[in-house]
């Protein structure tokens, strides 16, 4: 009886293990070392470190939808023929639908589970931390007073989270910050340690000067403004009215260098707001790549007075494209509740004896008005929620972390789109109107550079490793077990069988191709990632073998040095022409 031999390839922490083709005898096989030398035949098995390029031919602007009903309720029961999308006025062909319903999507794998002989009895699986949270606190315009309610809220809301969630807390100047964590008491010590953080703090600066106001002078170019703040410089430097008899003749007669004033004013303002404003777009974009890398529901909840956005709107709407390729909900929560701006009295820094008070009071709320905007268009454009004007502020924390019931991902590839990064303004519709609201984005930009079909590829199985999704085009099982070596030791070894059978190959030159693309990725108990790996495995197989001798598929195993503790295995699995197949594994080592 024939021998059968294992064919195994090892490279770095992926095995290959296939029954490979019987030992032929050496009567059957004469003058073998003369033709092996001078014609090897290809290897039918071979793998390497380079990404493979898949398929990714334009680039999709997304849209997440929301669609509420008479009583505000989340609606889930639409298809993608009741969708019409019009970018710049012209219908899109939407070429990619989904219907996501937020909440549990923990792994079934955990029955998988196996123990080996050396190891304990399986006990129930861990609780894994589903959903992610970061609390983005904006220190840099939030006033004090604000900041002291907001925090009370905060701490009393954060203490009834579940098992499975997990929360962070940032700020937009960056100090202070705690990451993912369960734990109430740290949560509590980072919420007492936000402050109040503005990039420059200016007393009775002469002439007052709002960020709003320089934008309207230095680049709406708004004459009446800049008069009413060259007014307000001759106020408070002569004391006199520049609309009285004794003060008016010597205003206008040195009215330029007044304006000249003004404009300083404003150019210094306009600086010093562009900068608190990016400071926040940026902690919302390095909250949103944090997020990308959590395998779960992912939330961003902005506790913000509001800010202004001007010849920022480009970067705030990467902002949200880039939320919406990662899968995070943006809620806002203007932290301010119940605002009413003061009319005619400005307790800024110019002090109420201004002379142009009540125009700049009028300023005021226009500025109040822009500044809950962008938490708007946030808040829509992503599927989150944007509460204001109440001051029910842990009503408000507990709406803006929670992701609506329904929501619908709609895409399209825009017809000859121009990379040359201007607006394109959006509106969704439904094809059989009803006392229906829709929430989504309005508008987007387009690139400024053709995108990275490498790169993009790279970010499609990223995206899908760092969530909790299964997807299930290939024949692919999960399966994970562990040995201790000592109490504090332990390899957490992850196997993944692919039922070779039910693969689609292409046929060329006489072999049976196939690329497989496998990543593995280890989170610990609060969904951080530990480490991971991935590579490439091409598969070039004849005929035979793949008829006679893959019948029980090709294993791999990847393992892990490991702390006793709770984890979540996530495992992803593409090949070259699209399909993907994504398992979870929870498993707990005491």
């Known amino acids: 009886m024939p021998r059968l031999l294992l064919l195994v390839l090892v490279v770095d922490s992926l095995l290959f293990i296939s029954p490979a083709q019987n ?50 309720q989340p609606i889930g029961n639409l298809h993608r023929e009741d969708f019409q999308i019009l970018d710049n006025k012209k219908p899109q062909v939407i070429t990619q639908f989904s219907v996501e319903q937020p909440g549990s999507q923990v792994a079934k794998e955990q029955k998988t589970q196996i123990t080996t002989p050396d190891a304990p009895e399986t006990k129930a699986p861990p609780d894994i931390p589903e959903r992610f949270v970061i609390y983005l606190f904006d220190d840099v315009h939030l ?57 420059m703090v200016t007393q009775n600066a002469c002439p007052h000067m709002t960020y709003y106001m320089a934008d309207m002078i230095a680049n709406r170019h708004m004459p009446d403004v ?33 304006r000249q004033t003004a404009d300083a004013a404003a150019q210094g303002a306009l600086s010093v707001g562009e900068q608190e404003t990016r400071l926040v777009l940026g902690a919302l974009k390095n909250a949103v790549r944090r997020l990308s890398a959590s395998p779960g ?40 509740g119940l605002y009413v701006p003061m009319m005619g009295d400005i307790s800024g820094e110019g002090g109420p004896d201004m002379i142009a008070a009540p125009q700049e009071g009028l300023y005021e709320v226009d500025a109040a008005s822009e500044n809950d905007m962008v938490l708007g268009q946030l808040a829509d454009s992503t599927g989150g929620v944007f509460f204001h004007n109440n001051n029910d502020l842990l009503d408000g924390l507990r709406r803006t972390s929670a992701a609506p019931d329904y929501y619908y991902v709609l895409g399209f590839a825009p017809q000859n789109l121009k990379y040359d990064g201007r607006f394109h303004s959006l509106s969704v519709k439904l094809a059989h109107p009803a006392k229906f609201t829709i929430q989504a984005r309005k508008g987007y930009f387009a690139p400024k550079q ?80 530990i480490k991971g790996n991935e590579k490439i495995l091409e598969m070039h197989l004849k005929d035979d073998t793949l008829d006679r001798k893959v019948d029980n598929g090709v294993t791999l195993k990847t393992s892990f040095d490991v702390k006793p503790g709770s984890y979540l295995v996530r495992l992803v699995v593409r090949d070259n022409e699209g ?10 080592i005491p």
Not at 230 to 254: M, Q, R, V, Y
Not at 474 to 503: C, E, G, I
Not at 579 to 588: P, R, T, V
Request: contains cysteine.
């Open 297 to 336: 529901q992912r939330s961003v909840v902005l506790v913000s007075p509001g800010f202004l956005t001007p010849l920022l709107e480009y970067e705030v709407s990467d902002v949200i494209d880039k939320a919406l390729r990662e899968g995070v909900v943006v809620g806002t929560l203007d932290a301010r």
């Open 450 to 529: 053709a995108p990275n079909p490498d790169e993009e590829a790279k970010q499609e199985i990223q995206e899908a490793l760092f969530s909790q999704e299964e997807m299930h085009d290939l024949p692919v099982q999960l399966h994970t077990q562990f040995f201790k070596a000592t109490d504090v030791d332990a390899k957490l070894s992850v196997l993944v069988h692919v039922d070779v059978k039910r693969l689609h190959f292409v046929k060329a030159e006489g072999r049976n191709n196939k690329d497989l693309t496998i990543a593995a990725a280890l989170f610990d108990r609060n969904g951080s990632f």
């Open 23 to 72: 030992q032929p005898k050496s009567s059957d096989t004469p003058q073998t070392n003369a033709a092996s030398a001078s014609e090897k035949p290809a290897p039918e098995v071979t793998s390497h470190d380079e990404a493979a390029t898949f398929k990714v031919n334009v680039r999709l602007v997304l849209l997440r939808v929301v669609v509420r009903d008479e009583k505000g």
């Open 226 to 258: 800049e008069l009413v703040a060259a007014k307000d410089a001759f106020h408070c430097t002569t004391s006199e009215d520049p609309d009285s008899p004794s003060g008016g003749p010597d205003f206008l007669a040195h009215i330029d260098e007044y």
């Open 579 to 588: 399909l993907l197949s994504a398992e979870n594994g929870a498993i707990e």
């Open 143 to 199: 006033e004090t007073k604000d900041i002291l309610v907001v925090r009370d809220a905060a701490d009393r809301y954060l203490n009834s989270m579940r098992p499975t969630d997990r929360a962070a807390i940032n700020t937009s100047s960056g100090q202070g910050d705690l990451d993912f964590t369960d734990d109430h008491a740290k949560l509590h010590e980072a919420l007492l340690r936000i402050q109040s953080r503005p990039v």
